[in-house]
């Protein structure tokens, strides 16, 4: 018999801080969703020791391996900045 995904909480966290917040937030939605670590990977392109790394908070995880997993997932990654800046005319807009 096929072993049952269990659902992780979610983070207790008003922000992503720091890598562990985002991998608990990544293991959090993909145990949501039901999907195995294996298939996950297999769905986001990257190896299995790789995907554990990342919801197991290592620093040390490649940006594009992190952003495989998130656009995978569906988690779209935001800031109050770019939102505003968006909204702008680009005429407005400085950049420092």
């Known amino acids: 018999m096929a072993k049952k995904v269990t659902a992780s ?3 207790n966290s008003v922000f992503i801080e720091n890598a562990e917040i985002l991998g ?3 293991k959090a939605k993909r145990t949501e969703l ?3 670590l294996a298939d996950c990977a297999a769905l986001c392109g990257i190896g299995i020791n790789t995907l ?3 919801e197991n908070g290592n620093a040390n995880c490649t940006l594009a391996a992190v952003f495989s997993v998130l656009n995978g997932l569906g988690i779209k990654l935001t800031s109050k900045e770019l939102t505003t800046a968006a909204s702008s005319s680009s005429a407005e807009r400085k950049w420092i």
């Open 9 to 11: 909480n979610m983070p």
């Open 24 to 26: 608990q937030l990544i």
């Open 34 to 36: 039901g999907i195995k």
């Open 52 to 54: 554990s790394r990342i």
